[in-house]
T-cell receptor
Framework: GESVGLHLPTLSVQEGDNSIINCAYSNSASDYFIWYKQESGKGPQFIIDIRSNMDKRQGQRVTVLLNKTVKHLSLQIAATQPGDSAVYFCAERGTGFQKLVFGTGTRLLVSP | SQTIHQWPATLVQPVGSPLSLECTVEGTSNPNLYWYRQAAGRGLQLLFYSVGIGQISSEVPQNLSASRPQDRQFILSSKKLLLSDSGFYLC??????????FGPGTRLTVT
C-alpha cells in the first residue's frame, strides 16, 4: 500500500548474515513486483523484479519470493555486507496500469 | 544507454517563492515520466505521471503542478512554495513494460 506518513521499520544484521526483508502488497490484481534499494541522498536503484506467474527469482546474492495467496513479497540477501546498508522498497504494479505503488520501506543496517 | 538527469541537486527557497525543477531523459523515446516526493525517513509519494507530451495525471491535490513540454522533459513547478513542500523530489522514467528508473533527486528546503 501507500507508504506516505509512515516511519521506516529497521532491520539490523551482522555482516555475513542472511537478511530477509518482507513486504505486504495490497492489490491482488498486481502482476509485476520490484525491489528497490535507496542509499542515503540518492534515488532508488532497481535490484530485482518478479512477475506474478513466478514464485521465486534469483539474482546475484538476492532472491525474491512471491506468495500470491497471502499477498506477500520478500527479499533475501545472502552474506549481507556493509554496502548493503540502505532503505529497501517493494513496489507493485496493477494489471493495465503504468503506475507503481510503493511499500513502506525497510531500513537495513549492517554491522561489521 | 538511457540516462536521467535532474537539476538542481539542492535548492533552498523562501516560503512564497516559485519553484521549477527539471528532469530530462536521454537514450529513449516516448517514456512514461513520474514525479515523486519523499519526506525525510519516509517512503515515496507519487505526485504526477505522464504518458506523453502534454499529458499529465495528478495523484494528490497539492500546491504543485507538472508539465511535459517535450517528449523527454518533465518539469515540476509551484507558484508559491509552502513549508510543507520541503522534501526530496525524484523523477523517474519507464517504458511500457519494465521497472522505473530514478534520477538522482533534488533536495528542496523551504525556509
Amino acid at each position: 500500500g501507500e507508504s506516505v506518513g509512515l516511519h521506516l521499520p529497521t532491520l539490523s544484521v551482522q555482516e555475513g548474515d542472511n537478511s530477509i526483508i518482507n513486504c505486504a502488497y495490497s492489490n491482488s490484481a498486481s502482476d509485476y513486483f520490484i525491489w528497490y534499494k535507496q542509499e542515503s541522498g540518492k534515488g532508488p536503484q532497481f535490484i530485482i523484479d518478479i512477475r506474478s506467474n513466478m514464485d521465486k527469482r534469483q539474482g546475484q546474492r538476492v532472491t525474491v519470493l512471491l506468495n500470491k495467496t497471502v499477498k506477500h513479497l520478500s527479499l533475501q540477501i545472502a552474506a549481507t555486507q556493509p554496502g548493503d546498508s540502505a532503505v529497501y522498497f517493494c513496489a507493485e504494479r496493477g494489471t493495465g496500469f503504468q503506475k507503481l505503488v510503493f511499500g513502506t520501506g525497510t531500513r537495513l543496517l549492517v554491522s561489521p | 544507454s538511457q540516462t536521467i538527469h535532474q537539476w538542481p541537486a539542492t535548492l533552498v527557497q523562501p516560503v512564497g517563492s516559485p519553484l521549477s525543477l527539471e528532469c530530462t531523459v536521454e537514450g529513449t523515446s516516448n517514456p512514461n515520466l513520474y514525479w515523486y516526493r519523499q519526506a525525510a525517513g519516509r517512503g515515496l509519494q507519487l505526485l504526477f505521471y505522464s504518458v506523453g507530451i502534454g499529458q499529465i495525471s495528478s495523484e494528490v491535490p497539492q500546491n504543485l503542478s507538472a508539465s511535459r513540454p517535450q517528449d523527454r522533459q518533465f518539469i515540476l513547478s509551484s507558484k508559491k512554495l509552502l513549508l510543507s513542500d520541503s522534501g526530496f523530489y525524484l523523477c523517474a522514467w519507464s517504458d511500457r513494460v519494465s521497472e522505473q528508473y530514478f534520477g538522482p533527486g533534488t533536495r528542496l528546503t523551504v525556509t
